[in-house]
């Protein structure tokens, strides 16, 4: 199942991409509904100096920022520094999970982020792919516009 979500930041992409790649910019962004949290070792990486291709580790989903539901095994496949990155890991729920994050400059103070959300859940969950499909895209939907905000748009 693919997903995609865009929306316009009122920020350049310097700025955009100093706050997506850090572990409290992507907090913020799913807030209240859920955080994840970096794996022992890994607090201080970001997104931009995780090596690329290698694992990092568990990263814990929690609902409410309190409970644990699910964990990501966190992988970035692909870096384009200030531009983007790919993801691909799998996860508890997922035998695969792969976001596609791009930034691109509308002009000097706006900057357009893409999503792009590919997602096969695991054997007998199959069935909820419709149900899971509509959270997911109602999340990245709200982490656009929590980004936004942050932006002040």
Do not use: K
Not at 47 to 67: A, E, Q
């Amino acid at each position: 199942m693919i997903i995609e979500r865009a929306g316009t930041v009122d920020a350049p992409v310097a700025r955009v991409w100093e706050r997506i790649v850090t572990p409290e910019g992507i907090n913020d962004e799913m807030r209240p509904w859920m955080t994840m949290s970096m794996p022992r070792g890994a607090r201080d990486l970001t997104v931009d100096t995780v090596p690329v291709g290698t694992p990092v580790g568990r990263c814990w989903l929690r609902l409410f920022g309190v409970l644990p539901f699910d964990y990501d095994d966190l992988m970035i496949a692909e870096l384009w520094p200030g531009r983007g990155f790919h993801e691909e890991s799998t996860m508890l729920s997922m035998r695969l999970w792969r976001h596609e994050r791009t930034l691109d400059p509308v002009d000097e103070a706006r900057t357009v982020v893409r999503d792009r959300l590919t997602f096969e859940l695991r054997g007998p969950l199959r069935v909820l792919t419709p149900v899971i499909a509509a959270g997911i895209g109602a999340l990245f939907s709200h982490r656009q516009r929590r980004l936004a905000r942050h932006f002040g748009g």
